[in-house]
């Protein structure tokens, strides 16, 4: 897991509701993309918000003490300049909250490479993630019992994904 950043942002995931936040924009949309890939590849909740919603109420929430192994705290992309400081001090109550954030940065110095490298890193952690839960991503079991898919999979074991050591992010 330590050279792979996919694989250690959904260690971090596991058994925890990630807090996915980025700045408003194309960044927060990527974060609401990685929100709908965890629901649906590894069947776990996750929580998106963009700067002004980490500000103005995530940055107010006081957690029971459990909340401190529930919960994952993930920035999503760089925050433009104007904004740094306010970002660093939201950081700094969020410490203090004893939520440590885990930052994912792209490359790049285009909006776009960025964008395609986030978004190809979220499938990467969202289908790592559906592995340490067990899930097939594939399966989508509660949505065929809704009859919302096919029911291609019901009836079939579940099987667990290898983890593997090579492939993207």
Same mark, same amino acid.
């Given at each position: 897991?330590?050279?792979?950043?996919?694989?250690?942002?959904?260690?971090? @995931?596991?058994?925890?509701?990630? $807090?996915?936040?980025?700045?408003?924009? #194309?960044?927060?949309?990527?974060?609401?993309?990685? %929100?709908?890939?965890?629901? %649906?590849?590894?069947?776990?909740?996750?929580?998106?918000?963009?700067?002004?919603?980490?500000?103005?109420? #995530?940055?107010?929430?006081?957690?029971? !003490?459990? #909340?401190? !192994?529930? $919960? @994952?705290?993930?920035?999503?992309?760089?925050?433009?300049?104007? !904004?740094?400081?306010? +970002?660093?001090? /939201?950081?700094?109550?969020?410490?203090?909250?004893?939520?440590?954030?885990?930052?994912?940065?792209?490359?790049?110095?285009?909006?776009?490479?960025?964008?395609?490298? /986030?978004?190809?890193?979220?499938? #990467?952690? +969202?289908?790592? $993630?559906?592995?340490? @839960?067990?899930?097939?991503?594939?399966?989508?079991?509660?949505?065929?019992? =809704?009859? /919302?898919?096919?029911?291609?999979?019901?009836? =079939?074991?579940?099987?667990?994904?290898?983890?593997?050591?090579?492939?993207?992010?």
């Amino acid at each position: 897991f330590a050279a792979n950043p996919a694989k250690q942002l959904a260690q971090r @995931c596991y058994a925890r509701v990630p $807090l996915l936040w980025a700045e408003e924009g #194309w960044q927060s949309e990527i974060a609401r993309d990685w %929100r709908l890939r965890i629901l %649906r590849y590894a069947e776990s909740a996750a929580i998106v918000a963009d700067f002004s919603e980490m500000q103005h109420g #995530w940055s107010m929430a006081r957690f029971p !003490n459990f #909340w401190i !192994n529930a $919960l @994952c705290v993930a920035k999503i992309g760089a925050v433009a300049s104007d !904004n740094e400081a306010q +970002a660093n001090m /939201l950081q700094s109550i969020l410490q203090k909250r004893r939520f440590n954030t885990i930052q994912i940065d792209a490359p790049g110095g285009d909006p776009v490479t960025r964008a395609v490298h /986030l978004l190809y890193f979220g499938e #990467w952690a +969202a289908l790592y $993630l559906a592995a340490l @839960c067990g899930v097939e991503p594939e399966a989508r079991v509660p949505l065929q019992l =809704l009859g /919302l898919e096919p029911a291609t999979h019901l009836g =079939l074991a579940r099987g667990r994904i290898a983890l593997g050591t090579g492939g993207p992010p």
